[in-house]
């Protein structure tokens, strides 16, 4: 199945640094979501988007709605130890009901 | 409040076997779905069920993956004669409506056909 192109596939840091990844589509979007995942879990929901252009925060975590519907960026600031997993993005078609269409995953490791 | 459960969390099985992996959605959660993520992949759709209904099954990857929802609210995915392609994460979600309403999810079962 399609998934989502997501930069970096992984990355290190360290503690304290920020951290940007993004995730492109060639289809429209009318909902991007970012989710975090631990080796072995679920994914868990950090943030939600609802709307072009829209940038909201959650904590430590922001997130921006692309302009074109086709792009979605998620910035942590002072990055610590518990930062680290995969990081998704997802996306709900425009005019499909509901599934969601995940990224490729950003590996994100935080060093001391 | 209790969030999505799966069980089991680990299924070992051999090739050629029936498996049954089940989801408890939130309560209250009216849409519920499956996906399957591979190692090192993000997860792939397999169906959403709104009520008791399959509103969206286009995921399901051929006619030995089935999954009910008989009483709209525990859900049972069913795989027939397993192969060993089939091993993977299978995860289960749910949120209050369809549409873009949030999607939780549970632990995940991890399936591995020997």
């Known amino acids: 199945g399609q998934q989502l192109n997501q930069s970096p596939q992984s990355m290190f840091i360290q503690e304290g640094e920020d951290v940007s990844m993004n995730c492109t589509s060639s289809?429209?979007?009318?909902?991007w979501l970012w989710y975090k995942q631990d080796p072995g879990e679920g994914p868990v929901l950090l943030i939600a988007l609802y709307k072009a252009g829209e940038l909201t925060s959650n904590g430590r975590l922001t997130a921006q709605f692309g302009i074109t519907r086709k792009d979605s960026f998620l910035n942590i600031s002072a990055s610590i130890p518990s930062d680290v997993g995969i990081y998704f993005c997802a996306g709900q078609l425009t005019g499909t009901a509901s599934k969601l269409t995940f990224g490729t995953g950003t590996r994100l490791q935080v060093t001391l | 409040g209790a969030g999505v459960s799966q069980t089991p969390s680990n299924k070992v099985t051999e090739k050629g076997k029936y498996v049954e992996l089940r989801c408890d959605p939130i309560?209250?959660?009216?849409?519920l779905y499956w996906y399957r993520q591979s190692l090192g992949q993000g997860p792939e759709f397999l169906i959403y069920?709104?009520?008791?209904?399959?509103?969206?099954d286009s995921g399901l990857p051929n006619d030995r993956f089935f999954a009910v929802r008989p009483e709209g609210s525990v859900s049972t995915l069913k795989i027939q004669r397993t192969e060993r392609g089939d091993s993977a994460m299978y995860l289960c979600?749910?949120?209050?409506?369809?549409?873009?309403?949030?999607?939780?999810f549970g632990p995940g079962t991890r399936l591995t056909v020997l």
């Open positions: 289809s429209i979007f009318n909902t």
């Open positions: 309560s209250g959660h009216t849409a």
């Open positions: 979600a749910s949120s209050l409506a369809g549409g873009v309403n949030e999607q939780f």
């Open positions: 069920f709104q009520g008791t209904g399959a509103a969206d």
